[in-house]
Nanobody, 124 residues
Framework: QEQLVESGGGLVQAGGSLRLSCTAS????????MGWFRQAPGKERDFVAA????????RYADSVKGRFTISRDNAKNTVLLQMNTLKPDDTAVYYC?????????????????WGQGTQVTVSS
């Protein structure tokens, strides 16, 4: 059974950094897109970033451009999200997701597998 497990969340002060990791198991997601979404209390699940299989193409939400970097290690079935210069508005549960459909999509409806989420809290 396919499973995505996120780690690396936590509490950080504004201006700090965190690195999220998501490891897939149960299958190798060859040629799949991997992405990150986030959901704050009372809000919809929003797109954060996505990366294609080779890592040659990435897409970011405007709110995180220049601060967050997505990368992947296919040998380890892992996708990473390096988050720098964090702001209180970045506080949310962060979800890893996998899509079998290209191109890079910012719609959660086009992602097929989801992790359970990891909490990121940024204090002011």
């Amino acid at each position: 059974q396919e499973q995505l497990v996120e780690s690396g969340g936590g509490l950080v002060q504004a201006g700090g950094s965190l690195r999220l990791s998501c490891t897939a198991s149960g299958r190798t997601f060859t040629n799949y897109i991997m992405g990150w979404f986030r959901q704050a209390p009372g809000k919809e699940r929003d797109f954060v970033a996505a990366i294609n299989w080779s890592g040659s193409s990435t897409r970011y939400a405007d709110s995180v451009k220049g601060r967050f970097t997505i990368s992947r290690d296919n040998a380890k079935n892992t996708v990473l999200l390096q988050m720098n210069t964090l702001k209180p508005d970045d506080t949310a549960v962060y979800y890893c997701a996998v899509s079998a459909r290209g191109p890079l999509s910012n719609s959660p409806r086009l992602y097929d597998y989801w992790g359970q989420g990891t909490q990121v809290t940024v204090s002011s």
